[in-house]
Nanobody
Framework: QVQLVESGGGLVQAGGSLRLSCAAS????????MGWFRQASGKEREFVAR????????YYADSVRVRFTISRDNAKNTVYLQMNSLKPEDTAVYYC???????????????????WGKGTLVTVSS
């Protein structure tokens, strides 16, 4: 059974930092691209970042580029999202997701991901 468990969310002031982690089990982690999405209250789930199986390809949403960094440790079956210079508009539930290679959906589309975690809430106060 595939499990993705996010941690590291919380309340932070604007300008602060948080590091999210996602621990994966039940799958061959190094065979999956990994991504982070987020969903603010009343809004659709949106793409945040994606990292390829070997970390050689990394993509970011324009809204988080430069401020956020995605990384992974295949030995620990874990993907990370370092979030700096946080803004109130970054407030959302952040989801970790895993993608099987060869998806027909564009990488920013949530349908490109096959497995999802339950999410961790990030709240940025102004």
């Amino acid at each position: 059974q595939v499990q993705l468990v996010e941690s590291g969310g919380g309340l932070v002031q604007a300008g602060g930092s948080l590091r999210l982690s996602c621990a994966a089990s039940g799958l061959t982690f190094s065979s999956y691209a990994m991504g982070w999405f987020r969903q603010a209250s009343g809004k659709e789930r949106e793409f945040v970042a994606r990292i390829s199986r070997t970390s050689d390809s990394i993509y970011y949403a324009d809204s988080v580029r430069v401020r956020f960094t995605i990384s992974r440790d295949n030995a620990k079956n874990t993907v990370y999202l370092q979030m700096n210079s946080l803004k109130p508009e970054d407030t959302a539930v952040y989801y970790c997701a895993a993608a099987v290679p060869g998806s027909p959906w564009y990488y920013t589309d949530p349908r490109a991901m096959n497995y999802w975690g339950k999410g961790t809430l990030v709240t940025v106060s102004s």
